[in-house]
C-alpha cells in the first residue's frame, strides 16, 4: 500500500500553469518561424569595380536598369524571396585602385564582384577573389590569361575571350580576300592575348604577318610611334590590325596619317577595344579634330553579339530610367548579363548549401563552376559558357563611317562564310570594295594572273613540251645510227635535266611559301648535276677511248658504270642540298619599300646560307671545269656529230650564264626586284634553249632530214646551169699525171646540221700522198690538203649517188652525175685510204684479201671496243694507224683493217703491211717495224 505524502494542488493552479506552458511554446515556434524567415528572405551584395567616368558610365546605368531584372527573379523564379543590393567601387583606372576596391568590397560584405574594364587591372583583382573566395564576372576582359583552366575557379565572363575573337579576326581577314597583314598591338596583357592568338589563325589561314610591332598603352599625345609605324609602311602591306584601345587609337591614327598610312589604299581592323571609338570622337566637349573623326572612317572592328530576344524589354527600361539615352553603348548588355548570371549563381549555391553558407563565403570543399554557371537567356543573347567559365557567342564586324558603328558582317558559330548585313560596309574611300592588301602599283614579283607571269609560264611550257616532244621522237628513232651514236640513255637524261630545270621557273613566280623555296633550290641544283653528269659522262667517254694506252679496259666505260659515276656526281649535290635544308631551311621573305613589294627565298642565318649556296657553286664549278677540260682534250677526235666540239659550245655557254646569274644571288635586288627575275629567268631558259639543241636537239634533226631525203632518192643534186668552162664534171685522168684524177663535184659538211652544198673541185695525188679540196669560184682557188693516209671514206652513205670522206674530224659528201664516175673515185681512194662503211659494218680493203693472224688483230680490237662502248662495229672509225708498239705479231694481216697505202706505193716512213706476202713479221718498206700494226693510242673511235 502506497501512501502520498505529497501535498494536493488545487485544480485552478494547475489549469494556469498549463496556459502558461502553452505560451511559452507557442512563442518559441514564432521565434523559430520568424528566425527561419529572416534567414530565407537574404539580401546579397554585389560590388560593381569601374573607373568613374568615360565608357563605364553606359556599364553603370545597365547594371542599375539591371538591379530590377536581378530582383524580380531573386523574389520570384528564384524563389525565397531573396534580393541584391548593387555596391559601385571606384578604381580609378589603375591596378592599385583596383586592388583597393576589391579589398574595399569583400570588408564590405560583398559576395561577388563585377568587374573591372581592362585586363591589366582585372587580373590582381581575380587573385583576391580566389583567396578570399568572392564570385567575379566582367563584360570586357577578354585575356585568356583567366579563366578556371589557369587556376581561377571564382571568375567568369559574359564576352568570348580572346581565343574566340583572335580566330575570328584571322578568318575574317582570309574571307575578305587579303592574304597578308601588318599586327600593332598595346604591350599589356589585351595586347599580347589577342595578336597571340590571331598570329596562330593566321598561320593556319595563309595569311602572312608581314611585321609584328607593339607600343606602351596611355602613351599619350607625346608618345613616339614613328618606329612602329615606319616597319608597317615598309611591311609590304597596306591592311593593319591594331589591338589597343580607342584614346591610343586616336593619337597613332593621327601620326598614321602623316605618313601617309590613312587612304584609299589602306584598311585598318581593330579588336573590341577600340568599340566605343566613335563614341568617343563624337561625345559632346570632346577635344578631337575633324581630322580625327575622319582618320576613323572606314575602320573596322570585331565585337560578339548584343542584342538577344530579351534586348527589346531591356531598352525600354533603359529609356524609362534614362530618357534622354537615345542608343546604349558597347558593352552595357555584356555587363547587365554579368549582374543576372551572378544572381542567379548566388541563387542556385544558396539553395543548395545555404545563405549562411554564401553570405559567410564558407562554401563546400570542391565548389566550383559548375556549381555555380547555367546558361539561360540573357539581354545579349543565349549566355552560355564553357568549362573554362568563357562565354560561348557569335562575333560580329562593325564599321565606322562618320562617326556611326554598324554592323556589316556576321560570323555564326560553327559558319564557314562570313554574313554581309543590311548595312553595306564602308571604307576610307566610301567604295565598298575591299581594297587589296597589296595594290597591283606596288606588286614588283611576276604572279601567274600578271601578263608578264602569264607569257613566261606560256613560253616555259612550251619548250617543255618541245623537249618531251624531242625526247619521244628520239625514242621511235632510237635504232637510227646518228641517235646510237648519241648513247640514247644519256640524251634522256639530259632531257629530264633540262625539263627539271625549266621547272623550277613555275616555283619562281607568285608568293612563295617555305616548301616551295626549298623544292626550288633541291630541283634547280639536282637538275643542274643531272645534266651535267650526263655531259660529263659523255666527255669521259670520248675521252678514255680517245686517250686510252689499252683498249682492253675500255669495259670500265659501259653505260651501268657511267651511269653510276652520275649518280655519285648527283649524290654529292643531294648531300649538300640535305645539310643545307636541315641547317638553315629557306623561307619566304618580303623586300617591301613604300613604293614596291617584292619576295625572296632566304635562310634566317645568313651565313650558313651564304656557305652553303657558295659550297653549292663552287662544286658546280669544278664540274663545268671537268667537262671544259675533257672536251678540249678530244676536240680533235673524230665524230660523225662533232659531239665533242658541242660539249665544249654548251659548258662554255652554261658557265657564261652563270657569271650573269651568280652576282644576282649575292647582290641586293631590292630596288630592282622585278628587273631581275626577268634576267634570270631568260638567261636559264635560253641557257636551257642552248644545252638542249646543242645535245640532242640537233641530233633529232638527223633522221628527220634524213627521212626527208630518202623520199627524195634519186634526185641530182649537181648545180644546174654548169658550163663547160668550168672544166669536167666526170672524173678524168690529168695529161702527164696517170696516177692523179680530178673532177667538179657538189660537196657538202655532213656533220654541220645546216651546210648547203657548194661546187668544189676535188684532186687526187697519189704519187704524193695528197687529195685536194678546194671551192671553186671566180677568183682565186682556196682548199685544203688532206694526207690520203689519214682520209677515210664511205663508200654507200645514205645519200644517193655520194661518197662520204673523213679528214680531221669533218666529214665530206661529194656527189656524183653518174655512178660509174662515182665508182671511179671508189676504186682510186680505195687503193690508197682506208674504207668505212656503215652498210657493210666494218672497215674494209679493196685491194686484197688475207687469212687473219692468230694475234689480236685490229678489227678484233675495234670489234671489243665497240661492244664495251654499246656500239656495233659500223659505228667505229679507225683513223691512221702510226707505226708504234704492237698489237699483233707476224702473220698475215687482218682482212677487216687495210693498210695505209697499197705496196708498191707507200710513201717515206709509212709500213707498207703487217704482214702479206712478206708472211710472219713481214719485211714492210720504209719502216723499221714492218710486221706491226702500229699504237692502240692512235686508234680514234667515232664516239657515240
Not at 575557379?153 to 574571307?175: E, N
Not at 598595346?186 to 589577342?194: H, K, L, M, R, V
Not at 570543399?365 to 556549381?371: A, E, N, V
Not at 618531251?468 to 648519241?486: C, D, F, P
Request: include cysteine.
Amino acid at each position: 500500500m502506497i501512501i502520498n505524502l505529497a501535498p494536493r494542488v488545487p485544480i485552478r493552479r494547475r489549469r494556469a500553469s498549463h496556459r502558461r506552458l502553452a505560451q511559452v511554446v507557442t512563442a518559441v515556434l514564432v521565434a523559430l518561424c520568424l528566425a527561419v524567415t529572416f534567414a530565407a528572405a537574404a539580401q546579397f551584395k554585389i560590388a560593381g569595380a569601374f573607373p568613374k567616368g568615360g565608357g563605364s558610365s553606359t556599364i553603370q546605368e545597365s547594371l542599375a536598369v539591371a538591379q530590377d531584372l536581378v530582383n524580380e527573379y531573386a523574389s520570384g523564379t528564384g524563389g525565397g524571396n531573396h534580393s541584391f543590393v548593387l555596391d559601385i567601387k571606384d578604381t580609378n583606372g589603375t591596378i592599385t585602385g583596383a586592388s583597393k576596391a576589391m579589398f574595399d568590397a569583400i570588408n564590405d560584405g560583398a559576395v561577388a564582384v563585377i568587374g573591372d574594364l581592362s585586363s591589366d587591372s582585372t587580373i590582381p583583382m581575380a587573385l583576391q577573389s580566389n583567396n578570399f573566395k568572392v564570385w567575379q564576372c566582367t563584360g570586357s576582359v577578354t585575356t585568356p590569361l583567366l579563366g578556371a583552366k589557369n587556376g581561377y575557379p571564382f571568375f567568369f565572363r559574359t564576352i568570348p575571350d580572346d581565343g574566340v575573337q583572335g580566330v575570328f579576326l584571322a578568318q575574317f581577314v582570309r574571307r575578305m580576300g587579303w592574304r597578308s597583314i601588318a599586327v600593332l598591338f598595346s604591350s599589356d596583357a589585351y595586347g599580347n592575348g589577342i595578336q597571340s592568338t590571331f598570329q596562330t589563325e593566321a598561320s593556319k589561314q595563309g595569311i602572312q604577318v608581314t611585321t609584328t610591332q607593339t607600343f606602351a598603352p596611355r602613351g599619350g599625345p607625346n608618345a613616339d610611334y614613328s618606329i612602329a609605324l615606319n616597319a608597317i609602311l615598309h611591311s609590304g602591306t597596306r591592311i593593319v590590325l591594331f589591338v589597343g584601345y580607342s584614346f591610343d587609337f586616336v593619337t597613332i591614327a593621327a601620326r598614321a596619317r602623316k605618313l601617309g598610312m590613312i587612304g584609299n589604299d589602306w584598311v585598318w581592323i581593330g579588336a573590341d577595344g577600340i568599340s566605343d571609338l566613335g563614341d568617343r570622337l563624337s561625345a559632346p566637349g570632346n577635344s578631337y579634330s575633324s581630322t580625327d573623326r575622319d582618320n576613323a572612317n572606314g575602320v573596322l572592328f570585331s565585337f560578339p553579339v548584343e542584342k538577344g530576344p530579351q534586348f527589346s524589354l531591356f531598352w525600354d527600361k533603359y529609356r524609362a530610367k534614362y530618357p534622354g539615352r537615345t542608343e546604349m553603348g558597347h558593352y552595357g548588355t555584356l555587363f547587365a548579363d554579368c549582374y543576372l548570371a551572378l544572381a542567379r549563381g548566388i541563387l542556385k549555391v544558396a539553395g543548395a548549401q545555404g545563405t549562411d553558407v554564401v553570405t559567410k563565403r564558407s562554401y563546400a570543399p570542391g565548389t566550383s563552376l559548375k556549381d555555380f554557371l547555367e546558361p539561360f537567356d540573357g539581354v545579349s543573347g543565349r549566355v552560355e559558357f564553357d568549362s573554362a567559365g568563357d562565354r560561348i557567342a557569335q562575333m560580329n564586324m562593325y564599321n565606322i563611317y562618320n562617326g556611326n558603328a554598324n554592323a556589316v558582317y556576321t560570323f555564326p558559330l560553327g559558319a564557314t562564310t562570313l554574313t554581309a548585313t543590311s548595312t553595306p560596309v564602308k571604307f576610307y574611300s566610301g567604295s565598298s570594295t575591299p581594297p587589296s592588301d597589296r595594290p597591283a602599283y606596288l606588286i614588283a614579283y611576276v604572279t601567274y594572273s600578271s601578263v608578264g607571269g602569264i607569257v613566261i609560264a606560256a613560253v616555259n611550257g612550251l619548250l617543255i613540251l618541245v623537249v618531251i616532244g624531242t625526247t619521244v621522237y628520239l625514242y621511235r628513232e632510237r635504232n637510227h645510227a646518228s641517235v646510237k651514236q648519241m648513247s640514247w640513255p644519256f640524251l634522256v637524261q639530259i632531257s629530264v635535266g633540262v625539263v627539271m630545270t625549266l621547272g623550277t621557273i613555275f616555283f619562281w613566280i607568285g608568293v612563295p611559301t617555305k616548301l616551295s623555296c626549298n623544292l626550288q633550290s633541291w630541283i634547280f641544283g639536282l637538275s643542274l648535276e643531272i645534266t651535267l653528269s650526263a655531259v660529263a659522262a659523255k666527255a669521259f667517254r670520248i675521252w678514255k677511248v680517245f686517250d686510252n694506252k689499252a683498249l682492253l679496259r675500255l669495259r670500265n666505260l659501259s653505260n651501268a658504270r657511267l651511269f653510276a659515276g652520275c649518280g655519285a656526281i648527283v649524290g654529292v649535290q643531294a648531300l649538300i642540298q640535305l645539310i643545307w635544308t636541315l641547317l638553315a631551311p629557306l623561307e619566304p621573305q618580303i623586300v617591301a619599300s613604300p613604293t614596291s613589294i617584292a619576295y625572296k627565298c632566304a635562310s634566317k642565318d645568313a651565313t650558313i646560307d651564304t656557305v652553303f649556296r657558295t659550297i653549292s657553286i663552287v662544286y658546280n664549278t669544278l664540274l663545268l671545269a671537268a667537262v671544259l677540260f675533257l672536251a678540249y682534250k678530244t676536240r680533235r677526235a673524230f665524230s660523225q656529230y662533232r659531239e665533242s666540239k658541242f660539249i665544249a659550245y654548251t659548258t662554255q655557254n652554261i658557265f657564261l650564264c652563270g657569271i650573269i646569274v651568280t652576282p644576282l644571288l649575292y647582290v641586293p635586288t631590292d630596288s630592282w626586284a622585278l628587273g631581275a627575275f626577268y634576267v634570270r629567268t631568260c638567261i636559264i631558259m635560253y641557257s636551257c634553249i642552248f644545252s638542249f639543241g646543242a645535245l640532242v636537239g640537233r641530233i633529232a634533226l638527223v633522221p628527220f632530214l634524213a627521212h626527208r631525203k630518202a623520199a627524195e632518192t634519186g634526185v641530182r643534186m649537181v648545180f644546174e646551169g654548169m658550163s663547160s668552162t668550168d672544166g669536167t664534171s666526170s672524173a678524168e685522168q690529168m695529161v702527164g699525171k696517170p696516177t692523179t684524177l680530178q673532177g667538179k663535184y657538189p660537196v657538202k659538211i655532213a656533220n654541220k646540221l645546216f651546210e648547203t652544198w657548194k661546187l668544189h673541185r676535188l684532186t687526187l695525188f697519189a704519187l704524193e700522198g695528197f687529195l685536194g679540196l678546194s671551192r671553186l669560184t671566180t677568183s682565186t682557188e682556196q682548199g685544203k690538203l688532206f694526207k690520203l693516209r689519214a682520209v677515210t671514206f664511205d663508200p654507200d652513205p645514205a645519200t644517193p649517188l655520194c661518197l662520204e670522206l673523213r679528214a680531221d674530224s669533218t666529214s665530206y659528201l661529194v656527189q656524183f652525175s653518174t655512178d660509174e664516175d662515182k665508182q671511179t673515185w671508189i676504186r682510186a681512194l680505195s687503193v690508197h685510204c682506208n674504207v668505212f662503211s656503215r652498210a657493210a659494218g666494218q672497215s674494209s680493203s679493196h685491194h686484197r684479201t688475207v687469212q687473219p693472224a692468230p694475234a689480236i688483230t685490229a678489227s678484233q680490237l675495234m670489234s671489243q671496243t665497240s661492244r664495251l662502248l654499246g656500239h656495233t662495229e659500223h659505228e667505229m672509225t679507225l683513223s691512221a694507224i702510226a707505226p708504234g708498239a704492237a698489237v699483233g705479231g707476224g702473220g698475215p694481216a687482218s682482212a677487216a683493217v687495210p693498210p695505209v697505202m697499197s705496196p708498191g706505193t707507200t710513201p717515206a716512213g709509212m709500213c707498207a703491211s703487217a704482214g702479206g706476202p712478206n708472211g710472219a713479221g713481214g719485211q714492210g718498206t720504209g719502216h723499221p717495224s714492218g710486221g706491226q700494226w702500229g699504237k692502240i693510242g692512235d686508234i680514234v673511235p667515232s664516239l657515240k
